[in-house]
């Protein structure tokens, strides 16, 4: 199993401002995805990036992974209020690795 | 990317009644599916891991009696809530994934139980 841990768990910013999550884990992985989970929704897929990548972009997102710190970060640029959520890291491998949720960061942008 | 389904959406029952909610993998074959319940304003907490075919594993303190999971194709599995209390309201999410693929997750149930 893997679980992954977000820091911080909570962030408040203004709109516009950039916002900067992190996911640590423990153990060896082959890929991370990072989902948004909007107040009493389901869980939005944002980025997958595999263990042999160091960055990745969509959009208004950038994903960093650093396998020897075991740890990744989401950005994302010029936030929206809209982009008010819970953002959660799922540590993962394939077939039946298991993956357990940390709490995940709530982030609030501020209109 | 995968498609994940969850059916139905969202669901009340009574207390007492028995609910089953359903996983499918749309384009992939699913040897292993996960299920996840999500207390409000609380992380997504594993339940319970199922192979196609055989019996699900259940993380401790799950009652599998209570939880009776199914997985008798390579794209379905079944969660059954038996005898639903209110305490059992709750969002169900399940995850799937193929052999050498990465898990892709449903987009949940909502259950309450009256």
């Known amino acids: 199993s893997q679980q992954g841990e977000e820091d911080p768990q909570a962030l408040s910013i203004q709109e516009g401002e950039n916002a900067t999550m992190n996911c640590s884990y423990k153990?060896?992985?082959?890929?991370l995805q990072w989902y948004r989970q909007n107040s009493g929704r389901g869980l939005v897929h944002l980025i997958l990036?595999?263990?042999?990548?160091r960055e990745k972009h969509s959009g208004r997102l950038r994903v960093t992974l650093d396998t020897s710190k075991k740890s990744s970060s989401l950005l994302i640029t010029a936030s929206r209020a809209a982009d008010t959520a819970s953002y959660f890291c799922?540590?993962?491998?394939?077939?039946?690795?298991?993956?357990?949720f940390g709490a995940g960061t709530r982030l609030f942008v501020k209109a | 990317g995968a498609v994940v389904s969850q059916h139905p959406s969202w669901v009340i029952c009574k207390s007492g009644t028995s609910v089953k909610i359903e996983c499918r993998s749309l384009?992939?074959?699913?040897?292993?599916m996960f299920w996840y319940r999500q207390f409000p304003k609380q992380s997504l907490m594993l339940m319970a891991t199922?192979?196609?075919?055989?019996?699900?594993?259940?993380e401790q303190g799950v009652e599998k009696d209570k939880f009776l999971i199914n997985h008798a194709s390579l794209t379905l599995s079944t969660l059954t809530v038996t005898s639903a209390h209110p305490e059992d309201s709750s969002f169900y999410i399940c995850?799937?994934?193929?052999?050498?693929?990465?898990?892709?997750f449903g987009q949940g149930t909502r259950l309450t139980v009256v």
């Open positions: 384009d992939f074959q699913a040897t292993t």
């Open positions: 199922s192979n196609e075919g055989s019996k699900a594993t259940y």
């Open positions: 995850s799937a994934t193929g052999g050498n693929t990465e898990a892709f």
């Open positions: 153990t060896s992985i082959n890929n």
């Open positions: 799922a540590p993962g491998g394939t077939g039946g690795f298991k993956t357990i």
């Open positions: 990036i595999r263990s042999n990548e």
